[in-house]
Every structure is written in structure tokens, then in C-alpha cells.
DNA sequence: GATGAATGAGTTTTCATTCAT
DNA sequence: TATGAATGAAAACTCATTCAT
């Protein structure tokens, strides 16, 4: 998994072949068929196990006493610091996502628990801003969950080329939580700075 | 082009024979050759020409004497549905993205110049809500546009579960001007009624 | 077809590739998938072909104004003949029709279809002996025909190491129709002398 | 080679895996290899096996005070039962003998040994009917005995259709006997009634 | 210009065999 | 003696691309 993850640096999926896993991890072709049912097999476990990955670092990283403010900017930056770190796992479990939504069948429901967990994990944090009254009520935890984690991958993804400053965590969090309008600048914040 | 988005409806690249395509498109496949250099450069030309529809809808949508709100709704409306119209190519242009990005070459660079028209075009419409003061200005329009177009991908990708309530293009325009901590409540937006 | 038959003389259908079947024929591995859906369905299709000449060969050779027994010989002769001239074809034969059996589903019955044209063929001309009360009528002619083929195959495939003489054509058709305490001697036959 | 035996009944040589008749035989698959040098000499061990255990049946039942046509009844039941009972078996020493006598060498020579075994019991009882003159004497009795065989064989692989009553053992020892002229109906034969 | 038959490099997958334990 | 994890050669099959018509 370690060697399909490092390969998917560069390719995707269908460019990457067994053979070079089977190099890259240093055992024999066969070898990866003893443990994995087919290629697709292969990165879906992968990517399956960097999703897990994810959720254990979110659900272990809630601290306590903290202010609703710092604890979306600490889960910002958690969710950043994997995303930096694993960007080809991060990369696979998009484009696996992409194939097991596709595939439909027992694949695409064992994808969709996966996605439900991570989800999940930080719909949790947002209720707790819901119930502490800093996050408006009209709208599912869960639906506000996603969008965080669009804005986490949008940075990711599109915003390489922008300066560090203006897609830092703490601006990614005080979006989320204030918007584009914003607070009355200057003042705008609450949240530690970044 | 038309065979190709079509097939893509359910396949990605890989998958996807030029047999299929010129079946598709009624014509010999070595007609295609004619047209295009490549497999690679038939699917990346479609999903060019699908970022270019787009812009032209961004830009002959921008309206006159309207508040920033509306403008920016009917600007989340307009790209809303050109998603749920051409979900084929949209998918498209997502895969054929991480591929040109991922090549190098003069393909990137080609690829990077027809997003940033995209990105443009949105950022546009954000530096009015600048100008006028609806909109802080501490961080670039393309950022707060690129922010907004991902909105716009996770509602369309992530949220296909959700109640249409909850994942309006008014909730998306109001969570990203107001954030979800959200205005003072109950009389929240001036913005039309979804 | 032709190099599938050729290189079935020394080796069985799983121990043929498919590369060398391409070389022998001197056409592209491909080339071969664009006339046969597979492996399987090349030898079928040529085994078949087989079958199929063989049937035409003994319905043409049915000459008029024999005796039984000569009519008899010369079925045995002709069946002789092919077996000898094309023994891979023929191994083939015995081969493929052993997995179109065993395979069940559809190949089964278009075997079956072929095979049931070549006991008819043998079956035909058995009936004339039967109708001319040169054979006994107790038994189907359909299942004398078998026996006779089976006769023959011995002959080919078991008495390989036995001197010419004692497995003539003439001696199974005397075998076959006066069996093994024969006629009474000397004056033992009124077929043809081999 | 009771698990080889066993596989062999649904599919061939080159269809069973040596991992699968290790779990059938619930033994490790090295194991396997200490025992025969080969999967094919497993199999091919395995056929042999099964000719010698024919060859002991045959010569086994050979009783006293019996005619010659009492005699060959009593080997057709044997043989036939023989195949009945060990279908499998029978179908390995078939595909065996082919892949033995194509592959030349020693393997060749040994398979044919076993064979002639088999044939010369066969030969033992028809050369008893030579002797009582209940066999014409032109012909060796090798090869009247692998006539024999031939109808057996052909009873078996391709009279399955056929009703009980048309193929018989009676039925074939009394063609082998006197052929399909037969003797004069009704009073058609000395055999005991099947 | 249009075509589609031919091609063969490239890919996944299987499985007999080995050998360290 | 028994094991079964590891192996990599071998094989079927696909498909982007070419090119003679």
C-alpha cells in the first residue's frame, strides 16, 4: 500500500502498473495477489485506510476548553497538515472516490461508509458550535461539515499558485465561520493568529 | 466531442475506447485522428471547450443594476445548472484537470490559462462586492472565487444525499457572504427567496 | 484456422499461445480477435470446420450401385482418409469436443448440433443396409454408426504399432459387419480385396 | 491422488490448480512435491494407477466353466462398470494417454507399457476364444481387443443419449461376436439375457 | 478527406515451483 | 517431514495508432 500511494504521486490509477508496485514495494507480482483481490482492490484498500487515517487524527484531536473559533481553526489545520503530508493518498481517495461512486454495488456502499465516517467526524465539531450558538442553526452539521471540507480541498487543490498568507487555516476558518463579508475589520478576530 | 462527453457519462478516460467514440459519433475512427492529435488531446479539447461554455455563461449572465446578493445568486444559479446540465463534461473537466496538471508540459500550461479565465470571470463579480463594500478586502477576488466555485463542486459531488432545501443556491450564496455563524437573525439576507 | 490446426500436430490446446498461432498465421495477435471472440471460440470454430468437412465428404462419396458392404468400405476409407490427412484436425476434434461437453451452456448444443450431422451421415448409410436387411434391425442406426466411428478411431489412435494387414479398411468393415467369429470360412467375404 | 482424481471430475489437467487439489487432499502444497516430482507426473501416476486397478478387476474376474460369450459379457460388465464408477478416472486416462504419447521420452514408454498391459488382458480372454474357435484366427488378438475397448469406449463417451436397452453390454458383445449382420433373429445368441 | 482492418506493445492475472522455517 | 508464503515467467486479451485503399 506504502508503494501504490508513493506511485500515485505522479499517475493515476489505470497509468500505474502492478509490475512497478511490485517493484517499488520490492516483492514479487504474485506476491500482491495474496493480499489484495484485484488492482482495484489494491487502491481502494489504500485509499480506504488513508480516509480511516484521517478520522482517527480528527476524532483524537479534539481538545477541550478550547473556544469554538480555535477548535474549527485546530481541525483546519489538522485536516491541512494530512493533506500536505499524504498529498498522493489525498489525491487517491478522490479518484478511487470518483470510481467506487461509478462502479456502483457493494463497492460504492463500502466507499460511502468510509466518506460518512470522516463527515461525520467533523459534522461533530460543527454541531458543538451549533449548540453553542456560534453556528446558525437552519442547516444540517453535516451539510456545513462538507463545505469545510470543500474550502480545506479547494485550498489544497486550486490554490498552490496563491501566496501563503491569504490561504492560510485561520482564513479558511474565519470564511467558514464569517464569511466574505466578514466581521467589522479590523478587529475581525477572535481566533489566534495563524 | 459530443461522443465523448456522452461516453463519459459512466466511463472515465481509461475506460473509454476511441472504438466506442467513433461508433458513437458515426464516424470512421480514423476520422478522429484527422481532428485531434491524440485520445489524450479529444478528451482534453472537450474539456476545454466545456470550461470555455461556461465562462460565456458567466459573462453574458452579469446583469445590470443589481445588489451584489443577487448578483452573486445568479451567478451560483447559472454555474449550478450548467453542472447538473453537463454532469458528463463536468466530470470531465474535474479527471482531465488532475491529468493535464499532473503531466507538465504545455499541456499544464495550456490548461491552467482556460481555468484562470474561469476563476476570472468569478472573481469579477467578487471585486464589485469589494468595490461596493460588501465584500472585505483583505484577501484576493480569485481566492474568495476559487473558494466559491468549490462550494459550488461539493454541493454538486457531495451533498447529492441532502434535501434540495438545504443545499439551495440561496444557502450557498448566503453561507458564503455571511459564513455560518450567519447575520443577526431572523431578518438574515436580503436576498431573494430560494 | 489453418496455423491453430497446424500447431495442434504436437501440442494441446492449452499449451498453444496465442503469440505463436499469430506468427504461424503471420497476422497480428489482434487480427485473431477481430475474427474469433477468443481462444476457445478459434479451436471450436476450426474444430467445427473439421466436423463439418468430414460430413461433406461422406455425403458426396455415396456413390450408387453398390453393394453394402462396398458402400461400407468406402465410408470406412473415406473417414480413413481424412483422419489421416488432417490427424490434428481430428485430435482436435476429440479434444475440443471433450471441453464443448464438458463447458455445458451454449457450446455445448452447437456441438452437439455438429457432431449429431456426422452420426447422421454414418447413420444414413448404415439404414440402407438395414432397409436392404444386410444389418440387423434390432439396433438404431444411429447407434451402429458409433460404434463403426469408434471402430475407426481405434484404429487410428490405438493400433498405431500393429503391421498394415491386420487393420485394413476392409478388415473392420468385415469386423464390423460379420463381428469377430466372422463369417464361415474361407470363402469369407464378398467385400473387395483391400 | 484421490483428490486429483476427484477434481478431474468437473474440469482438466490444465484447469486444476496444484493449491486446490492440496486443500482437497488437506495437505500443505509442498507437500505434494515431495511425493511426485511433478503436477504432471501427479496425474499422470494417478492415471496409471487407475489402468493397473482396471487391469487387476480384469483379471480377477476371470471364472472357469464359463463360453466364450459368457466370458466376454462378464469383461464388458466389468469394464463398463469400471467406467461408471470412476468416471473421472477413466476421462484422466484418456487425456493423460494423449498428453503421454505426444510428449515423446520416457513418459511415452512408460504409459505405453501400462497400456499393453491392459490390452493384453483384454487379449488373454479374446485369444481363449481363438483357442475354442469361437474367434476367427485371422486376425492377433491385441487388436480384435482394442476393438473391443474402442466399442466400450464409444458406449460410454457418446451413446449417453441413447436408451439403456440399445447399448447394453449384451448388446455389445454380441456385435463384437457376430457383427452388425448379426445371426439369424430371433434365436439371435447364447448369451445370458442382460 | 474518410475509413476501418491490422497491429503489437503493454497490462492484468494465474499458478507451478521453491525454500526457509 | 511438512508447510505455505513468495515468486516471476507466461498467457490472454485490449486498444491507441497507422496506413493502404
Not at 480516509?51 to 476548553?65: H, I, P, Q, S, T
Not at 467533523?122 to 453556528?135: E, L, W
Not at 471540507?149 to 464569517?178: K, Y
Request: aromatic residues 8%; proline residues 3%; charged residues 25%.
Amino acid at each position: 500500500m506504502q508503494a501504490a500511494e508513493q506511485l500515485f504521486r505522479t499517475r493515476q490509477f489505470h497509468e500505474i502498473a502492478l509490475d512497478e508496485v511490485a517493484r517499488v514495494a520490492d516483492v514479487g507480482k504474485g506476491t500482491i495477489y495474496l493480499y489484495f483481490s484485484d488492482k482495484e482492490d489494491l487502491f481502494f484498500q489504500t485509499a480506504v485506510s488513508g480516509y480511516d487515517e484521517m478520522c482517527r487524527l480528527l476524532l483524537k484531536n479534539v481538545a477541550n476548553g478550547l473556544t469554538f473559533g480555535e477548535t474549527l481553526l485546530q481541525t483546519c489545520t489538522t485536516i491541512s497538515d494530512f493533506f500536505r503530508r499524504r498529498r498522493p493518498l489525498f489525491r487517491m481517495i478522490l479518484s478511487e472516490g470518483a470510481r467506487a461512486l461509478e462502479s456502483g454495488g457493494g463497492l460504492r456502499k463500502r466507499w460511502l461508509e468510509h466518506r460518512k465516517s470522516m463527515r461525520e467526524a467533523v459534522a461533530a465539531i460543527i454541531a458543538r458550535g451549533i449548540a453553542s450558538g456560534d453556528v446558525r442553526s437552519g442547516l444540517p452539521a453535516e451539510v456545513l461539515a462538507e463545505y469545510l471540507l470543500g474550502m480545506l480541498r479547494t485550498r489544497a487543490w486550486e490554490l498552490e499558485d496563491q501566496p501563503e498568507t491569504v490561504r492560510s487555516d485561520a482564513s479558511i476558518a474565519d470564511l467558514f465561520i464569517h464569511g466574505v463579508a466578514g466581521p467589522a475589520a479590523p478587529e475581525r478576530s477572535a481566533l489566534p493568529k495563524s
